[in-house]
Nanobody, 115 residues
């Protein structure tokens, strides 16, 4: 079965950096559309950034200039480099992969940014 497993979440001070990874296993298929989402306590899940198979990216305004989404198709892994972290970046970060009728989510990795 296809699985998406996030890693790299941690507790960091404001201004710090983290690099999240999302490893896709159970298939050699390269997922056309992948993205990072996050959910803060008491908030609904929201898109952070997305990337297509050919490398086109999209960032939501709160993370523009601070986060970088990338993918290594050879490793079938998605990344999110997060710099200049702010307390409002705190939340559970989820990896998502979509193609055709398929929609897969990871279990999430906790990111906590202290002020």
């Amino acid at each position: 079965q296809v699985r998406l497993v996030e890693s790299g979440g941690d507790l960091v001070q404001a201004g710090g950096s983290l690099n999240l990874s999302c490893a896709v296993s159970g298939t050699t298929f390269r997922i056309p559309a992948m993205g990072w989402y996050r959910q803060a306590p008491g908030k609904e899940r929201e898109l952070v950034a997305a990337i297509t198979l050919d490398g086109r990216t999209n960032y939501e305004d709160p993370v523009k200039g601070r986060f970088t989404i990338s993918r290594d198709n050879a490793k079938n892994t998605l990344y999110l480099q997060m710099n200049t972290l702010k307390p409002e970046d705190t939340g559970v970060y989820y990896c998502r992969g979509q193609w055709y009728e398929n929609d897969y989510w990871g279990q999430g990795t906790q990111v906590t940014v202290s002020s």
